[in-house]
Nanobody, 124 residues
Framework: QVQLVESGGGLVQAGGSLRLSCAVP????????VGWFRQAPGKEREGVSA????????TYGYSAKGRFTISKDNALNTIYLQMNDLEPDDTAVYYC?????????????????WGQGIQVTVSS
């Protein structure tokens, strides 16, 4: 069974930065997409960013563009989400997800495996 291990969340002041990590040790790394989604209280889960493991194609959700950067380490089966200039509206539980695919997408149904989620709180 594929497990996703998220880390790096926490509390930060507005304008600060956090880096989230998602390790997927049991995943056959090639030909997959790995992404970050987030869900704030009372809101739908939304896509933040995704990357393909094979060629590193990247996509960002509207809220992430210009502030967040996704990257991967193939040797460690790990992806990262560097989040800069954080705002209180970025407060949410962030989920890492993985699925088979060759195109970076933020469509939730493309993702088969999901992590437990990690809290990110941005104070004003």
């Amino acid at each position: 069974q594929v497990q996703l291990v998220e880390s790096g969340g926490g509390l930060v002041q507005a304008g600060g930065s956090l880096r989230l990590s998602c390790a997927v040790p049991g995943l056959s790394w090639a030909d997959h997409i790995v992404g970050w989604f987030r869900q704030a209280p009372g809101k739908e889960r939304e896509g933040v960013s995704a990357i393909t493991t094979t060629d590193g194609e990247i996509t960002y959700g509207y809220s992430a563009k210009g502030r967040f950067t996704i990257s991967k380490d193939n040797a460690l089966n790990t992806i990262y989400l560097q989040m800069n200039d954080l705002e209180p509206d970025d407060t949410a539980v962030y989920y890492c997800a993985a699925g088979w695919g060759l195109v970076a997408t933020l469509m939730k149904y493309e993702y088969e495996y999901w992590g437990q989620g990690i809290q990110v709180t941005v104070s004003s």
